[in-house]
C-alpha cells in the first residue's frame, strides 16, 4: 500500500486530499495542529505538526524515522489580507513562516522518508506568481508563495539525481475558510485535480509550476 504524508490535513483542502487518497487505497498520515471531527471519521494516523514550529518539525522528523513515503504534500498555508499602508511585517513575517519556510522545513526534516520514485508537492498558488500579479497587493501572501516556488525548483534540481519529483500546483479560487467561503472551486474537485497532476507527473518535468486544472503557470 502507497504511503502519503499530507500536511494541514485537518480541514480544506488538505482534507479533501486525505480522504480521496484513502479511497483510492493509500495509506495516509495526516499531519496537522489540531484534530478535526472529519478527520477523525477517516481513521487515519494522525501526527501533531505545526509548520511554524521548528520543533514540531523536528519531533515529527523523529517520530517517522524509518517510515518510508510515497509522497509528501505540504497544504498547509495561512492568507492574510495584509496591504501597503501601513506595512504589517509582523503578518508577513507569520506568512513566510508558514508558506515558505515550514514547507521546506518539513521536506528537510522528512528527506530520509524519501526515495527513489517519491514525489514531493508543493501546494502554492498563483498568487505567487510574478507574471500573473496584475492587481498588487497581499505582500505577504505573494512574497512568501513566490520564495515556495523558488524553493520548489531548487528541490527538483537537488533531489533529480535521487529520483524523486517536485510538483508546484496552484489549486484554483477554493471554496474554504482561507477565502471565507468564496471561489469557484469545492475542496473536493481541486483535491481531485491536485491528485491528478501528482499522478501525471513526469519526473522530467519536476519543478513545474501547475494548476489543478492542468494548465501551466507562468513564474
Ligand atoms: P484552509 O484555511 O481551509 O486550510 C489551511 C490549512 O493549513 C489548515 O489545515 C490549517 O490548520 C493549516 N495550517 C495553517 N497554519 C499551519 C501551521 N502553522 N502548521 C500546520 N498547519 C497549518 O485553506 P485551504 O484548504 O484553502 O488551503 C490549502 C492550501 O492551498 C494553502 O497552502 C493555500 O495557500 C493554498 N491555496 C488555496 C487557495 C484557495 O482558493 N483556497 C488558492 C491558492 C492556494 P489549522 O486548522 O490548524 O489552522
Given at each position: 500500500m502507497p504511503r502519503a504524508l499530507v500536511t494541514g490535513a485537518n480541514r480544506g483542502i488538505g482534507l479533501e486530499m486525505t480522504r480521496q487518497l484513502v479511497a483510492a487505497g493509500w495509506e495516509v498520515i495526516a499531519a496537522c495542529r489540531t484534530r478535526s471531527i472529519d478527520l477523525d471519521a477517516l481513521e487515519v494516523r494522525v501526527e501533531e505538526l505545526d509548520v511554524a514550529d521548528d520543533e514540531s518539525v523536528r519531533r515529527l522528523g523523529e517520530r517517522l524515522q524509518g517510515v518510508h513515503l510515497d509522497l509528501l504534500i505540504n497544504n498547509a498555508g495561512i492568507l492574510d489580507r495584509d496591504g501597503l499602508e501601513p506595512l504589517d511585517l509582523a503578518s508577513i513575517r507569520r506568512q513566510f513562516e508558514v508558506n515558505a519556510l515550514g514547507p521546506l522545513k518539513v521536506t528537510a526534516a522528512l528527506l530520509g522518508n524519501l526515495g527513489e520514485g517519491s514525489r514531493i508537492v508543493l501546494v502554492t498558488?498563483?498568487?505567487?506568481?510574478i507574471a500573473d500579479n496584475?492587481?498588487?497587493?497581499y505582500y505577504g501572501y505573494r512574497m512568501s508563495k513566490a520564495a515556495l516556488n523558488a524553493a520548489g525548483v531548487s528541490l527538483a534540481r537537488d533531489l533529480e539525481a535521487k529520483g524523486i519529483a517536485v510538483l508546484l500546483v496552484h489549486p484554483g479560487f477554493v471554496k474554504t475558510e482561507m477565502t471565507g467561503g468564496r471561489g469557484t472551486v469545492e475542496p473536493g474537485d481541486a483535491a481531485r485535480g491536485i491528485l491528478t497532476r501528482i499522478g501525471e507527473l513526469d519526473p522530467k518535468e519536476s519543478g513545474s509550476f501547475r494548476h489543478a486544472d492542468g494548465s501551466t503557470l507562468p513564474w
Open positions: 498558488s498563483r498568487m505567487g506568481s496584475t492587481s498588487g497587493g
